[in-house]
């Protein structure tokens, strides 16, 4: 039982290269979210996915699509990558939205030169 | 306003004494309330959950929530080096939004 997984885990881009971050969960969770977590930001809501089929927009979309592959997996793509967009990414999931533990990947460090 | 507000530290305690970490939400409705803690470059880990009013206790943790005047707390008892990590308090907004605070970087010294 892996829980959470990432990948990559780092990544260098160059501004205006593409790439998708994978995550996938074995917990047979509903729901799935991305974050992107900044010094003195804390962790804030890119997408997340209630069930699987829908995706939603969290607190800092602009940049990123999300595809909610299949229950277990749910990636995050960023089309044109720009330095403002270096950060921590982590992936979690749940059982549902609202009043569930979220439980976290290990991350993913992209960096935007 | 922010939504969830911690103060970011660092909050140094000695080896032994008990941590008092501290968040206060903005929105009035929420219901859940969580602590994770981070140790550097590692991912969030949930430590505590928390739903109604008064005290949860897990080993050497406490959670402490007040609706009313709208903070919630966690407590470390017996502090160990081992506790020195950054914690998170996050809110459920809106029935399915997890919002975070900035987080407050603990150090425990021996």
């Known amino acids: 039982n892996a829980g959470v997984t990432q990948t990559p885990k780092f990544q260098v881009l160059k501004t205006g290269q593409s790439m998708t971050l994978q995550c996938a969960q074995d917990m047979n969770h509903n729901s799935m979210y991305w974050y992107r977590q900044d010094p003195g930001m804390g962790l804030r809501l890119i997408y997340y996915s209630a069930s699987e089929g829908t995706t939603d927009k969290g607190e800092v979309p602009n940049g990123y699509n999300v595809s909610r592959l299949n229950k277990r997996e749910f990636s995050l793509r960023l089309e044109s990558a720009a330095p403002s967009q270096t950060s921590v990414y982590f992936c979690a999931s749940s059982v549902g939205t609202g009043a569930y533990e979220q439980y976290f990947g290990p991350g993913t460090r992209l960096t935007v030169t | 306003q922010k939504e969830v507000e911690q103060n970011s530290g660092p909050l140094s305690v000695p080896e032994g004494a008990i941590a008092s970490l501290n968040c206060t939400y903005s929105d009035r409705v929420s219901q859940s309330f969580f602590w994770y803690r981070q140790y550097s470059g590692k991912s969030p880990e949930l430590i505590m959950s928390?739903?109604?009013?008064g005290d949860k206790e897990d080993g050497r943790f406490t959670a402490q929530l007040n609706k009313a005047s709208q903070y919630v707390s966690l407590l470390i008892r017996d502090s160990q080096p081992s506790d020195s990590a950054t914690y998170l308090c996050a809110v459920i907004q809106g029935a399915q939004k997890l919002v975070f605070g900035q987080g407050t970087r603990l150090t425990i010294n021996p």
């Open positions: 928390i739903y109604s009013n």
